[in-house]
């Protein structure tokens, strides 16, 4: 089974910068690609920003230039680097990992973080 948890989110002021990070455990499991949804208060669940194993990444456009998504294979562990907030980047961030099992992918989720960038 895989677990993900969280950390990194705040309240932050507008300009500034955090930085998520999500850890994968678990046996058993290939992990293959990893990143982060959004979603705030009465809106649809968002795609930020998506890693693949090979390092491959792709971003939402509402945060190109201002996010980076990394990871570190060894550690299972996926990272969201967030610079130049605004106050429309507030909302729970869930990463999630896509975990290979008998052939089928699986996508499991974090638990969520709150991040609040206030104006």
């Known amino acids: 089974q895989v677990q993900l948890v969280e950390s990194g989110g705040g309240l932050v002021q507008a300009g500034g910068s955090l930085r998520l990070s999500c850890g994968a455990s678990?046996?058993?499991?290939?992990?293959?690609?990893m990143g982060w949804y959004r979603q705030a208060p009465g809106k649809q669940r968002e795609l930020v920003a998506i890693?693949?194993?090979?390092?491959?990444?792709n971003y939402a456009d509402s945060v190109k230039g201002r996010f980076t998504v990394s990871r570190d294979n060894a550690k299972n562990t996926v990272y969201l680097q967030m610079n130049s907030l605004k106050p429309e980047d507030t909302a729970v961030y869930y990463c999630?990992?896509?975990?290979?099992?008998?052939?089928?992918?699986?996508?499991?989720w974090g638990q969520g973080t709150q991040v609040t960038v206030s104006s």
């Open positions: 999630y990992t896509d975990a290979l099992r008998g052939g089928v992918s699986v996508r499991y």
């Open positions: 890693i693949t194993s090979a390092g491959s990444t």
């Open positions: 678990g046996r058993f499991i290939r992990i293959s690609a």
